[in-house]
C-alpha cells in the first residue's frame, strides 16, 4: 500500500496523470511518522504552450524542475506565504506537470482544501523541490480509487490572466469530497 507508484505512471498524457491521481495517496515519512492523504483535487499543467503553466515564460531557474524527470516534485513559493506541490509529467524536455490541489486526511492531519494547505500540512517546502517521488519519503501510492461517476473536470481556479487556457477543463476532482477547494459543478470537454 505505501510503494510508490513507478515512473511509468507519470509518463504518459498530463490530462491523464491528473485525472488518475484522483485517490491515490500522498505520503510523507517524516519525523519517524508516516503522513497519509487521499488525494481528491488536481489541475494540469501543458507545457510552454498553456499559458497558465510557469513553462509558458521559459526554462528558468524556478521552472527548471518542470523540464527534468517525470516523477519529480516541483514545488514553489506563491503570494508570499504558500508553497505548491505539484508532480512532473512527460519525458525530459516537456515541461508538464499536475498541481496538487486538495486531499483528504487519511492519518493525523489537519484539512486540506488548497494547495497551500496541502503543502502545510505535509510540511513540505523548497527543500523538497525536485525530490524523485518515486523513490523518497515523499511519495504517491496505490489508494482508495474514485468511481468513474463522481470524477468531474471543469476550468482551473485562478488563471483568469491565461485567456483561452483559463476556460479548458483541466481540474479534476471527486464530485462527493468535502476537502475539494473548489466550485463543484462538472464542466466536459467541447
Given at each position: 500500500?505505501?510503494?510508490?507508484?513507478?515512473?511509468?505512471?507519470?509518463?504518459?498524457?498530463?490530462?491523464?496523470?491528473?485525472?488518475?491521481?484522483?485517490?491515490?495517496?500522498?505520503?510523507?515519512?517524516?519525523?519517524?511518522?508516516?503522513?497519509i492523504?487521499?488525494?481528491?483535487?488536481?489541475?494540469?499543467?501543458?507545457?510552454?504552450?498553456?499559458?497558465?503553466?510557469?513553462?509558458?515564460?521559459?526554462?528558468?531557474?524556478?521552472?527548471?524542475?518542470?523540464?527534468?524527470?517525470?516523477?519529480?516534485?516541483?514545488?514553489?513559493?506563491?503570494?508570499?506565504?504558500?508553497?505548491?506541490?505539484n508532480?512532473?509529467?512527460?519525458?525530459?524536455?516537456?515541461?508538464?506537470?499536475?498541481?496538487?490541489?486538495?486531499?483528504?486526511?487519511?492519518?493525523?492531519?489537519?484539512a486540506?482544501?488548497?494547495?497551500?494547505?496541502?503543502?502545510?500540512?505535509?510540511?513540505?517546502d523548497?527543500?523538497?523541490?525536485?525530490?524523485?517521488?518515486?523513490?523518497?519519503?515523499?511519495?504517491?501510492?496505490?489508494?482508495?480509487p474514485?468511481?468513474?461517476?463522481?470524477?468531474?473536470?471543469?476550468?482551473?481556479?485562478?488563471?483568469?490572466?491565461?485567456?483561452?487556457?483559463?476556460?479548458?477543463?483541466?481540474?479534476?476532482?471527486?464530485?462527493?469530497?468535502?476537502a475539494?477547494?473548489?466550485?463543484?459543478?462538472?464542466?466536459?470537454?467541447?
Amino acid at each position: 500500500m505505501l510503494e510508490a507508484l513507478p515512473r511509468d505512471f507519470y509518463l504518459r498524457p498530463t490530462e491523464e496523470v491528473a485525472h488518475d491521481l484522483l485517490g491515490r495517496y500522498l505520503v510523507f515519512d517524516r519525523d519517524g511518522a508516516t503522513h497519509i492523504a487521499r488525494l481528491v483535487e488536481t489541475e494540469a499543467y501543458l507545457g510552454e504552450e498553456d499559458l497558465a503553466c510557469h513553462a509558458s515564460k521559459g526554462h528558468t531557474k524556478r521552472t527548471a524542475p518542470m523540464f527534468g524527470e517525470a516523477g519529480h516534485a516541483y514545488i514553489y513559493f506563491i503570494y508570499g506565504m504558500y508553497w505548491c506541490l505539484n508532480v512532473v509529467t512527460q519525458p525530459i524536455g516537456r515541461p508538464y506537470a499536475v498541481l496538487l490541489r486538495a486531499a483528504e486526511p487519511v492519518s493525523d492531519l489537519p484539512a486540506m482544501n488548497g494547495p497551500g494547505k496541502l503543502c502545510r500540512a505535509f510540511g513540505l517546502d523548497g527543500q523538497l523541490n525536485r525530490v524523485d517521488l518515486t523513490s523518497s519519503a515523499l511519495r504517491i501510492t496505490e489508494g482508495e480509487p474514485v468511481p468513474e461517476e463522481r470524477v468531474c473536470s471543469s476550468p482551473r481556479i485562478g488563471v483568469a490572466y491565461a485567456g483561452p487556457w483559463a476556460e479548458k477543463p483541466l481540474r479534476f476532482f471527486d464530485s462527493t469530497s468535502r476537502a475539494v477547494s473548489g466550485p463543484r459543478r462538472r464542466r466536459t470537454p467541447d
